[in-house]
């Protein structure tokens, strides 16, 4: 049996990312924050106890970790790479969809799992009032280890054990809830312009707004719902109108970037993805004989890997033409091309066939239109603060578990 098979017999007898299980009680929850981690933090300004907030991308398959700085500010600790998240980017809409969930959510104390089957994990909260709001149903959505997802955020088991120990302490030195602000992918003005005649458009511009609050103040977005969208609250109007001048420039960029061809796209994923990082290592567990070649470590720590071959894939690119007033909206899809895998040690001309990685040709790009923004028809707006740009991580932490397979 290969171990493809066994990965989708674990994926398909888990219910959701659920994983509770008494048979797995161990010490791990316990584990200490590495001395790098400390160190790093202490270059920061900040401290083991001091609180966190999260982010997370589709897309880019990252999750962030960011610590609150004694002014009330958040600066970013470290960037680690998701091993798999299932789905399409979109929000989670009913049980069962295999969709990761997009969204502001709240983690607790109490969802923090020690005792998970898919080594730790904490659960993201959803629904929360908003999905609410729309009838949307699911549960057990979880961020854990194991490279295995239907609808969580999967990371190797030495991430997740890093990431359970930071928000640990920070619960420990008295925070009551941390923020997880989950999107399907960075917001960028060039993300939004290529996704701009997606059919989630709307609801990914509404997420934006929590999201340049933040990256204006740097300071946890507050929430409501107020009729069926996330309603952003500022406490001061320096805020409002740092924000108002970001929003503007973003849409100034996405117009240029429209105006100069960008063409207007959908991704379609045969089931999620991960980080580009874990390519080798997806398929190499979609073969018994060439998931036996990795070393130990690594293959405890990925554990059985959901839909390898789907994880080994790059997304299937669509291109949508610009609807037309009275018109249906049109779409084509780009040719796929499947290519067999170059073989590797150990491995035969069969296996490696049977591994394809999809090349997406260009497809025909529909004529772009003018995008009327109404905020920039009034005079030139001042060019306003710099915005502050999060200092990346000393060193990825995914170069440090995979360098000695990917030679990162």
């Known amino acids: 049996m290969s171990r493809f098979v066994v990965a989708v017999g ?22 200490p924050i590495p001395p790098t981690t400390l160190s790093l933090m202490a270059e920061k300004g900040v401290s083991a ?4 907030l999260m982010r997370s991308y589709k897309k880019e398959s990252e999750v962030e970790i960011w610590k609150r700085k004694p002014d009330g500010q958040y600066t970013l600790l470290k960037t680690y790479p998701m091993c798999r998240w299932s789905g399409q980017l979109g929000p989670k809409i009913r049980e069962g969809d295999r969709q990761a969930p997009e969204g502001f959510y709240d983690v607790t104390p109490g969802a923090m799992n020690p005792n998970s089957s898919l080594f730790l994990s904490f659960n993201l909260g959803y629904p929360n009032a908003y999905d609410r709001s729309h009838g949307r149903t699911g549960s057990h959505l979880m961020v854990h280890g194991t490279c295995s997802s239907r609808g969580c955020f999967a990371m190797t088991d030495e991430a997740i054990a890093e990431v359970y120990a930071v928000a640990r302490e920070a619960f420990a030195g008295g925070q009551r809830t941390f923020q997880f602000q ?11 312009a290529k996704h701009r005649s997606d059919p989630h458009i709307a609801f990914w511009k509404n997420l934006k707004e929590g999201s340049d609050r933040f990256e204006v103040a740097k300071r946890e977005p507050v929430w409501t719902v107020v009729g069926g969208r996330y309603a952003f609250n500022e406490a001061d109007r320096a805020t409002i109108a740092a924000v108002a001048i970001k929003q503007a420039r973003d849409e100034r960029e996405v117009a240029e970037l429209v ?19 874990f390519r080798e290592v997806a398929m190499a ?21 959901s839909r390898p071959d789907a994880l080994a894939r790059d997304p299937e690119v669509i291109s949508i033409g610009e609807m037309a007033p009275g018109k249906p909206n049109p779409t084509t899809r780009s040719t ?18 049977s591994m394809p990685v999809v090349i997406s040709t260009p497809a025909a790009v529909a004529k ?3 995008t009327h923004i109404a905020s920039l028809e009034a005079a030139s707006l001042p060019a306003g603060p710099p915005l502050q740009v999060a200092e990346p991580a000393a060193k990825p932490i995914y170069k440090r578990l995979l360098g000695g397979l990917l030679g990162l």
């Open 49 to 52: 106890s001091d609180p966190i």
């Open 368 to 370: 772009p239109v003018k």
């Open 182 to 192: 989950s999107y399907p992918f960075r917001m960028t003005a060039e993300n939004l």
């Open 336 to 353: 796929a091309v499947a290519v067999a895998a170059p073989a590797r040690p150990g491995t035969t001309m069969e296996q490696s066939s």
């Open 259 to 277: 105006s100069k061809g960008t063409p207007s796209i959908r991704l379609v994923y045969e089931d999620g993805g991960g980080h580009q990082s």
């Open 285 to 305: 567990a979609a073969s018994a004989s060439t998931y036996t070649a990795l070393d130990d470590r690594t293959r405890r720590s990925i554990g059985d890997v």
């Open 10 to 31: 674990l994926a398909l007898s888990l219910v959701a990312c659920q994983g509770v299980d008494e048979r797995y009680r161990s010490t791990r929850d316990r584990t």
